[in-house]
C-alpha cells in the first residue's frame, strides 16, 4: 500500500489518541514501519532513535524474539481462555504468583486488565465495592494529585489532574478532588526536599479534614508525575503520603502504569522506599508494549473485605472478556524474565548516571530552565528566562516546532505542551545511543533557537 493512500485513509477514517481532530488532519500521520533495540524506522526508510519507549512502554527495546516467541506459541497452543466461569489458563495464574513475588509484599491479588486507564478504574470500582461491603458506605470521596495522569476512562479520567482530559468530558465528579503535586522547580518553597513533602502531607491532611474523615475512600498517585512533565518528588515523598493516608485511615493507591518495572531503577518504585500501598496499578512494562495488558494489584484486607461482606452469594460485578487473556499473560512473563535474568533491569541502572549527566549538561542551553530524574525517567523543561522561569508564549507552539525539528534530526522524545520535554529511554539503552539522543538534541534546540520568533521570545 502506498504511503499516499494511507495517509489519505488516516485522515478519513483514524481516529488518534489525545489529538485535535483537524490538527492531525493538516498534519497527517507518520507512520512507523519497524524497530530494533532503540530504533524505530518510518514507512520511507528514515531511521530514528527512540527516547521515549514508544509510549513510556516498550521497556525491553523493540525486536526482542523469545517476547514474539512465546507470543507465537501461545497463540498456536490456547489464543483465548476467558477468565469468566472460573475458566483460567496457565500463563495468567503464574503471571499472577510472579507479580506477587514481585512486588511489594502488601500486594497478595492481581486483577489483570487491558491496559492503565482500565486498571484505574478497576481500582476505583474495586475500592467503592470495599467501602459498601464492609459497612463504609459514606466513603465515597477520592482524591489525587494535581497535573497527575490515571488514565482516560470515564471515570478514571477525573482523577487524572490535567485540565485537557475534563473540559467538554463533564469531569471531574463531584466526589474526585485534587491537590497541588510536588513541583520542585516552580515552587515557592523552593526544592528544599523536607518542605516539599511537609507541603504535600499538610494538602492531603486539609483536603480529607474539608471532606470528612470519614467520607474519604482513597488518595491516588504516581512516585514520578509523568504526563504531567515529569515531576519527580523528593525521596521519602512516597513513603510520607503512605504514612499520611494510613494515619487518616483512608486508602493508598500507587500508580506505577508508567514507573513501574525498572523505569526509575528498582523494579517498582516503591520499592525505593519501602512502601507497601493498599492497592498498585500496572500496565505498559508489564508486557514493554508488545500485548496489551494492565493490571490492579491489591492487598489482602482489600480482598477479604469484597470476598467476605459480598452479601448474598452475590458476583462481584467486574470483569471483561479479556481480562488475564493468555497471550499477553505469556508476554508478561518473557518480559518479566528479560528485565531479571536477561539483565535489562541491571543494565537500566548501570546506564542511568550516564543519562543524568548527559541531562545536567543541557543546563548550559540558552532554553533549557530545569534538568530532573530519576532512573531511566526524565525530563527538561524550557523556558523564556531562566531567572524569573517564564513559559514560552503557548502561541508559539514551541513544542510542535521542536518534535518536527527532532524528527528531522533522527530522535524522537516527548514534547508536552508547556514546553517540558519528557525522557524515557527503553532499559537497553546504550551510552553510545545516549551520546547520540544528546548531541542530536543540542542541534535540533539550537536549531529551535534560530528561529526568529523563539530568539526574539527569550529574554
Ligand atoms: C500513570 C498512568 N496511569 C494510567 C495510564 C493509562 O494507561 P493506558 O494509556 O494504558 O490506558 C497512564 C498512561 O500513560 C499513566 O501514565
Redesign the pocket.
Known sequence: MSCNTLSAWDRQHLIHPVTNFRAHENQGVRILESAKGSWLKDIHGKEVLDAFAG??CVNVGYGQQSVADVAAEQMRRLPYATGYFSFGSEPAIELARRLVEVSPASLQHVYFSL??????DAAIRYITHYYNSTGQPSRKQFIALERG?????ST?AGLTGLPVFHQNFDLPRPNQHHIPCPYAYRNPLGDDPAALIAESVSHLRAKVVELGVDKVAAFFC?PII??GGVLVPPVGWLKAMQDTCRDLGILFVV?E??TGFGRTGPLFACDAEGVEPDLM?L??GLTAGYAPM?AVMMSTAVYAGIADGNANDSLVGHGQTYSAHPVSAAVGLEVLRLYHEGGLLEHGQSVAPCFEQHLQDMLDHPLVGDARQRGLLGALELVADKNTKARFDPSLKLHERLSSIAWENGIVFRTFGDNILGFAPALCFTEQEFDILFERLRVSLDSLLEQPEVFRAVA
Open positions: 509510549l513510556w491496559g492503565g486507564s482500565d486498571a484505574v495522569y490515571h488514565g482516560s476512562s478514571g504516581e509523568g504526563s500508580d502504569v508508567i496499578t500496565a505498559k494492565g
